[in-house]
T-cell receptor, first 115, second 110 residues
Framework: DTGVSQNPRHKITKRGQNVTFRCDPI?????LYWYRQTLGQGPEFLTYFQNEAQLEKSRLLSDRFSAERPKGSFSTLEIQRTEQGDSAMYLC?????????????FGQGTRLTVV | DAKTTQPNSMESNEEEPVHLPCNHSTISGTDYIHWYRQLPSQGPEYVIH???SNVNNRMASLAIAEDRKSSTLILHRATLRDAAVYYCILTPSNTGKLIFGQGTTLQVKP
């Protein structure tokens, strides 16, 4: 297993355009998380899935953001009508169990630049 | 969410031990203490976690105070590759979500 994979690694888009990112978790990990990280800050939680069910969304996740995890495998994060403030690193993580003493495995992230 | 407090930055010399402190005075009895680190241009990487007892693994040791209001991550021999931002995180619930603070930026000097 090669770990958590995120694509693309970099995305430059014009303000107002829609973008979609993909995350492939480690196989058989039923928990999948999305985080956003801006320069100089720690990652901020956005949302998470257990299998295909989206169980929690942060208030940071505005109506322009939507995440899916069809069939409980890969996940997509879509941002509609991008704004310059959406420029950030978007990180995906997966974990094998729904327990508080479980480690999370992160991908390398997708860096979004909105111009 | 319970809060952790860490120094903004620390320096160490290569091949010397490093002790990274974390205060978490509002920790509850079921919170686990996790440490992650983030190297430049990488996603965070799990380091270690514990509940009450001190823990050791191949990367580091975690020393937890008896009252659990503080903990220390110990890197036994720092290398240049250990230069990273180290995050101390409490996990109060079974959601598994991580609430990151600012972390400690560790510089390792040759």
């Amino acid at each position: 297993d090669t770990g958590v994979s995120q694509n693309p690694r970099h995305k430059i888009t014009k303000r107002g355009q829609n973008v979609t990112f993909r995350c492939d978790p480690i196989s058989e990990h039923n928990r999948l998380y999305w985080y956003r990280q801006t320069l100089g800050q720690g990652p901020e939680f956005l949302t998470y899935f257990q299998n295909e069910a989206q169980l929690e969304k942060s208030r940071l996740l505005s109506d322009r953001f939507s995440a899916e995890r069809p069939k409980g495998s890969f996940s997509t994060l879509e941002i509609q009508r991008t704004e310059q403030g959406d420029s950030a690193m978007y990180l995906c993580a997966s974990s094998p169990r729904a327990e508080r003493n479980t480690e999370a495995f992160f991908g390398q992230g997708t860096r979004l630049t909105v111009v | 969410d319970a809060k952790t407090t860490q120094p903004n930055s620390m320096e160490s010399n290569e091949e010397e031990p490093v002790h990274l402190p974390c205060n978490h005075s509002t920790i509850s009895g079921t919170d686990y203490i996790h440490w992650y680190r983030q190297l430049p241009s990488q996603g965070p990487e799990y380091v270690i976690h514990g509940l009450t007892s001190n823990v050791n693994n191949r990367m580091a040791s975690l020393a937890i105070a008896e009252d659990r209001k503080s903990s220390t991550l110990i890197l036994h021999r720092a290398t240049l590759r250990d230069a990273a931002v180290y995050y101390c995180i409490l996990t109060p619930s079974n959601t598994g979500k991580l609430i990151f603070g600012q972390g400690t930026t560790l510089q390792v000097k040759p």
